[in-house]
């Protein structure tokens, strides 16, 4: 072949890589000098201090060992904190690149790209892979080799040509890499998960949309990839609540209706074949699931955390504005604003980059500062819920000046499902009273058949009853049933029945829960109206501990029990008063391991156990949550 030839060639796919990647511009590259005038100095200088602390970090090798832990131990935390250590340190190397635009950060950002095509046979996570070690010809999509996916094409996006410049050949291998690894799988093998209308389903999906957009170079094989975006993303839509309720919890909301949300934004740029065309009713579904994150919302980015969710958490400012935005949704922008301001996003952006995901997201943080100037304009306030109720999700949120209640109906088969029908939590001034635990460190134990063993997923450790000793059973048909919410006259209420929660051996034929916030009266109050048609009080073999029927309240704070009746909470600030005559109570401390849930709560959660006298087959008891002051 002559050298005439070879360059005809190469000028040809020159041209057909160039016109590939034409018809997505959703921002300026790298090399325009449209980052340093929209970005202010101070917010440049400190992307470009955090590339500085990784300018020479070593690219070392995940040990193999680490990765079979998963299987051999059950530990998958040592994989994820060093891979996902590895792609915050890429990421942030080549933000600051972006932010100076001087080629200093180059060599390392070339080295890191040879990390992720040389040192690295598998880009996800152990948790994810079939074997004990990750070969070169299985190549599962998972959240993470889709992530890794995304976010090395944002790279190619944004830097390809100072590569290019450095080092002829490396854009090509990364994408030649990106399309062996990720594209041909998602397009070409069966995949679980895009049947789901979960959180893999649309963060998996953004990345393959923006991957296709960027690294696709060819037309049949991007048009296929379209189709099959746009119905990943239809399933998901059609299997997604209409109040716009994330059953996977609070936490998983950016990664859930979010990404969803990041696929219609970059549509926006995309050729009219890949955008996806909504209805009304599901436009109305987006800007509920958009809506979700602010209902949740309880102070000082606290949040109803039912499901796998975190109560202390920091929604990222990078998609959550955005998608405000987008909605034109003030509530949503304003908490944005709110916790841009609360860790000075202006003045040091790495901290919340650093925090917006298990490492970095490149292409949602650029979004974010492509409308620095809308946000910049923003209020900065959080959202109040006076009273909410989502139909679907049989979710009610309730306040006022004084309580916070947000309680749940729902099924067993949600994702994420912790068994919890008929739980709530309240809060008093803004403060923890009745808690839901929330998510833990996951472990191999938390998605396998053995999860309702953990504390943290079982209905012993929820405020929900035990009824003959026994708790409630996942699966889809042990449910709430006849579930109703009210607001009037500054009463919020939220009543369902629980019977169907429990197996036959539970010998219940009715339970009625009724959860009430009343603003007059000041106080929340808890009634359960139930028919047993037996009592079976067993014994455990293990500990000869007695099991009968019993309400737990799972307290934040040590509770002092001052009398038959009377529990000091909070302090001292809340009384939980209740009818000795049906009820008594005895109180435990909860004993946590370390990790996620120890330190979300600081080891300070006890449980509280409130009998039924066990010669009531049917009664109607009450309880109530007082303020003292």
């Not at 949740?296 to 606290?302: G, S």
């Not at 000793?469 to 996942?474: I, N």
């Amino acid at each position: 072949m002559t050298k005439k030839l070879i360059m005809i060639i190469g000028l040809v796919l020159s041209s057909m890589l160039m016109k590939a990647q034409a018809f997505f511009v959703p921002f300026p590259k790298a090399g325009d000098k449209y980052w340093q005038k929209q970005v202010p100095v101070a917010m440049r200088n400190d992307y470009i201090r955090l590339g500085n602390l990784y300018q020479k970090k070593p690219w070392n090798a995940i040990p193999a060992e680490t990765f079979a832990e998963f299987r051999t131990n059950g530990n998958r935390t040592r994989y994820e904190e060093a891979s996902f250590g590895i792609r915050k340190q890429f990421v942030c190397l080549v933000m600051a690149e972006i932010m100076q635009g001087r080629g200093r950060f180059l060599t390392s950002i070339r080295k890191g790209l040879h990390y992720f095509i040389e040192k690295e046979p598998w880009w996800g996570i152990p948790a994810h892979y079939p074997k004990d070690h990750p070969e070169k010809d299985i190549q599962p999509v998972d959240l993470f080799n889709a992530e890794t996916a995304g976010m090395l094409a944002w790279t190619l996006y944004m830097l390809e040509d100072e590569i290019n410049r450095k080092e002829k050949g490396l854009c090509d291998s990364v994408r030649s890499e990106i399309d062996r690894r990720f594209l041909q799988p998602v397009l070409n093998q069966p995949q679980g998960w895009k049947n789901n209308a979960n959180n893999w389903n649309t963060w998996i999906t953004s990345n393959w949309l923006e991957t296709v957009l960027i690294c696709e170079q060819d037309a049949k094989q991007r048009d296929a990839a379209f189709k099959g975006v746009q119905q990943c993303l239809r399933t998901f839509l059609k299997g997604y609540p209409d109040d716009g309720g994330c059953e996977e919890g609070v936490s998983y909301w950016d990664c859930a209706g979010a990404s969803f949300f990041e696929s219609l934004y970059f549509m926006q740029f995309a050729p009219k074949q890949a955008v996806l065309t909504l209805n009304e009713a599901q436009k109305k579904k987006v800007e509920n699931m958009g809506r979700f994150i602010t209902t949740m919302y309880i102070n000082d980015l606290t949040f109803v955390n039912f499901s796998d969710a975190q109560a202390q958490n920091i929604p990222n400012i990078n998609i959550l504005f955005p998608y405000g935005a987008y909605l034109q949704n003030e509530q949503m922008m304003q908490l944005a604003a709110y916790v841009g301001k609360k860790y000075q996003y202006s003045i040091k952006p790495s901290t919340l980059f650093l925090k917006s995901g298990n490492y970095p997201k490149l292409g949602r943080e650029l979004m974010l500062l492509s409308m620095l100037p809308k946000y910049q304009e923003t209020a900065a306030v959080e959202p109040k819920t006076e009273d909410a109720y989502l139909a679907n999700s049989q979710i009610m949120v309730a306040s006022s000046k004084n309580w916070f209640v947000a309680a749940k109906g729902g099924n067993n088969a949600e994702s994420h499902n912790h068994n919890d029908i008929g739980n709530f939590i309240v809060y008093q001034n803004n403060q923890p009273v009745v808690i839901d635990l929330g998510r833990d460190t996951y472990t191999s134990k938390s998605f396998s058949n053995q999860r309702f063993e953990l504390m943290n997923c079982r209905s012993a450790y929820h405020n929900v009853p035990i009824i003959n000793g026994l708790e409630q059973k996942d699966g889809r048909k042990y449910r709430a049933e006849k579930v109703s919410h009210s607001f009037a006259d500054g009463v919020s209420s939220l009543s369902l029945n629980l019977e169907k929660a429990y197996t036959e051996g539970a010998h219940v034929e009715k339970w009625k829960r009724t959860i009430v916030l009343d603003r007059e009266y000041n106080w929340v109050e808890v009634t359960e109206q139930y028919k047993l048609d037996s009592l079976q009080i067993e014994k455990d073999r293990l500990n000869g501990q007695v099991f009968d029927n019993q309400i737990i309240l799972m307290a934040y704070g040590k509770p002092v029990v001052q009398k038959a009746g009377r529990i000091l909470l909070q302090g001292g600030m809340v009384r939980l008063e209740y009818d000795a005559q049906y009820l008594s109570a005895s109180v435990e401390k909860v004993q946590m391991t370390d990790g996620i849930m120890k330190t979300q709560w600081k080891d300070n959660v006890y449980r509280i156990i409130l009998r039924l006298n066990d010669n009531y087959l049917m009664a109607k008891v009450k309880y109530r949550f007082v303020g003292i002051r």
